[in-house]
């Protein structure tokens, strides 16, 4: 069961001090921290805020709506602009205060939404072509993306129109749990609604955490 409640502790940074050997180069993008943090944000708020109201004070305990999430958001948007990339120990920092939390699975998922990326095919281009290049167009944009985000692919999309199977993936390493698959929920949902036009539902039937062979990611609609 998942903890509830705000790490004290949190942070994204690490300090070092003079005799600390000189950081990791980062794998992760930074927005893929940045995505989670901002989530987090939105689903703090309260639901209606009269004018004279700051939710950063009257709801302390929202995480979300805390200065120190406020601070690393606007560190994390420079770097994210820059096309930086952080360290793994940062994310999986990130990962556990998301695990804290009632809502974890939907936190990954619309995280995974928002990093989808802003490329969308041409809307007539799309209307002219089958499904059967827009599907394979719609996997190769995934694979892409994942790579650019985590600097290595998450399994492999095998036979049907769009089922991604995983074992062993870094997502798994960062939460034995399983939360963090719904991760790529968003992300391959958010992109194949593009390519497709429609809704399209991207569900995680399988999970190694849950005892199962392999992890799969498989669109119905």
Not at 61 to 75: E, M, T
Not at 101 to 122: C, H, I, T
Not at 185 to 195: I, K, N
């Amino acid at each position: 069961m998942r903890e509830t409640g705000a790490s004290s502790r949190f942070s994204l940074g690490h300090s070092k001090g003079p005799s600390s050997a000189p950081p990791v180069k980062g794998k992760i993008a930074a927005s893929v921290a940045l995505s989670l943090l901002e989530v987090i944000q939105a689903r703090d708020l309260p639901g209606e805020i009269l004018e004279s109201e700051n939710p950063a004070q009257t709801m302390p305990r929202r995480l979300g709506l805390s200065g120190v999430v406020d601070v690393q958001i606007r560190r994390l948007r420079q770097q994210a602009r820059r096309r930086e990339r952080i360290d793994e120990d940062q994310v999986r920092d990130l990962f556990h205060l998301v695990l804290r939390r009632p809502d974890s699975e939907e936190v990954f998922f619309q995280a995974g939404q928002r990093l989808a990326g802003k490329m969308k095919p041409p809307f007539g281009i799309v209307r002219l072509l089958p499904q059967k290049i827009l599907f394979p167009l719609a996997r190769r944009q995934v694979e892409k993306r994942i790579k650019a985000l985590f600097s290595r692919p998450v399994g492999s999309f095998v036979r049907g129109s769009f089922i991604l199977e995983a074992r062993g993936h870094f997502l798994l390493e960062m939460d034995p749990g399983g939360d963090a698959c719904h991760l790529l929920s968003g992300l391959a949902q958010t992109v194949l609604q593009r390519y497709l036009c429609r809704d399209v539902v991207v569900s995680h039937p399988s999970c190694q955490a849950l005892k199962h062979e392999r992890c799969q990611w498989s669109a119905s609609e």
